[in-house]
């Protein structure tokens, strides 16, 4: 940050050369006095969501700023909260190296590179709890694509986990083929026992006699979308990201017998500058070698921002024609980030609103913890039906098996 503070200086004083240079080339005015001119900028009222606006005067005439000294501007305004007199004295002839303000190299996996590291990502709202209000454009967001490992992982869980991977998949299975049996139906294939018990008794007591007595079998035709976002802050780092990955190539192994759609997605975050989404496996990819290659890298990143991987995850799942879309979240611990005020109650209060969107959305969102103390804050961010805490990582894999079970019978 600091060398980057530092180049925007000297990148802002030879811009404003520039301008003073492209300026001596025009007619000069009558009333241009013969002193080197004078560049003031003045801060513009702006809304509080907004970034900063300024104008530019030289010699007390207004003069438009191009975008890159605009985006500048900006960017020294959001570090310091000023611009600095100084900064606004326009660099002598060859007082700074070139080297210095070359443009930078853009590397995808380094979002902190450049003047706006912000180019190319994905913007996403944020909810300030205590302002009432969201701040639009607030969480800067990144794709990337887990680093495939090619190692003996995936084929030493499916060693160490055979009998647990078969009950799994039997599982799988019988919901895949389950049928619904549907009772008090004025036609069907059976007799719904409890039906005819109680409209005979209510009969005997002078009521009308219910034709609602049979039972009929219901062939259900599953039209579901899953997607599983799964926790890879820095505190999952040892056991539990070890859990995490073998639970996931149980699950992927299991769900190849039940043909429902699903994907998977990591997320970290550390600042609202460095949001992160990791494609583990995208809906309309198989599940192959080189998903499971990735499920094998999938390593702890930063910090537990929460919100904006849950509103992408919404947005992708809303580009999927179901009848029910599942988000399910597995985690290790309550929303959080590093020097930041996400931390807390703005971070549980902004999870919670993505996760009142989601469902506004259509889609119905759970969460799987591994944090003993998620019962303090959980049943706020989730509702008391909507969460569920695993003491035994080992269970981990039946434990989502029996939840997307329920849910989507």
Not at 285 to 306: C, F, K, L
Not at 350 to 368: K, N, S, V, Y
């Amino acid at each position: 940050m600091a060398e980057r503070i530092a180049r925007e200086k000297i990148l802002l004083k030879v811009k404003l050369n520039e301008l003073l240079e492209e300026r001596r080339k025009e007619p000069p005015r009558p009333d241009a006095p013969a002193a080197e001119p004078e560049i003031e900028l003045k801060p513009l009222e702006a809304d509080v969501l907004e970034l900063p606006r300024f104008e530019m005067t030289i010699d007390g005439a207004p003069v438009p700023i191009p975008d890159d000294v605009r985006q500048l501007l900006t960017s020294i305004q959001l570090d310091l909260g000023d611009i600095p007199p100084e900064y606004l004295v326009p660099a002598g002839p060859g007082e700074y190296d070139p080297k210095l303000i070359q443009p930078e190299e853009k590397d995808p996996e380094d979002v902190w590179k450049g003047t706006y590291h912000e180019v190319g990502a994905f913007f996403y709202r944020e909810w300030d709890y205590g302002r009432q209000h969201y701040r639009k454009n607030w969480c800067v967001v990144r794709e990337r694509e887990v680093k495939p490992v090619e190692d003996d992982f995936v084929a030493g869980v499916m060693r160490r986990y055979a009998g647990q991977a078969r009950q799994l998949r039997r599982t799988f299975e019988a919901m895949r083929d389950a049928d619904r049996r549907d009772k008090r139906q004025t036609e069907g294939d059976d007799i719904d026992f409890d039906a005819l018990v109680e409209t005979i008794a209510e009969h005997s007591a002078g009521q009308e006699l219910s034709d609602r007595v049979m039972t009929k079998l219901h062939r259900s035709e599953r039209d579901i979308a899953a997607l599983f976002l799964v926790d890879m802050s820095g505190s999952t780092n040892g056991w539990i990201n070890e859990a995490e990955r073998a639970a996931l190539i149980l699950l992927c192994e299991a769900f190849e017998a039940l043909g429902d759609r699903y994907a998977i997605y990591g997320f970290s975050g550390m600042t609202r500058k460095k949001c992160e989404i990791f494609s583990i496996k995208r809906f309309d990819q198989p599940y192959d070698a080189d998903v499971r290659a990735r499920i094998s890298g999938v390593r702890p990143q930063d910090y537990t921002r929460m919100g904006f991987a849950i509103r992408y995850a919404t947005d992708l799942l809303i580009g999927i024609e179901a009848r029910t879309r599942l988000m399910i979240t597995l985690s290790d611990g309550k929303p959080d980030d590093y020097h930041d005020n996400y931390r807390g109650k703005y971070g549980i209060e902004d999870t919670r609103r993505a996760l009142l969107e989601a469902t506004r959305a259509g889609i119905r969102p759970f969460c799987i913890t591994l944090d003993q103390e998620a019962r303090d804050y959980l049943p706020h961010l989730y509702g008391v039906a909507r969460y569920t805490v695993v003491d035994d990582v080992a269970r981990l894999p039946f434990k989502v098996a029996d939840i997307y079970r329920r849910l989507t019978v």
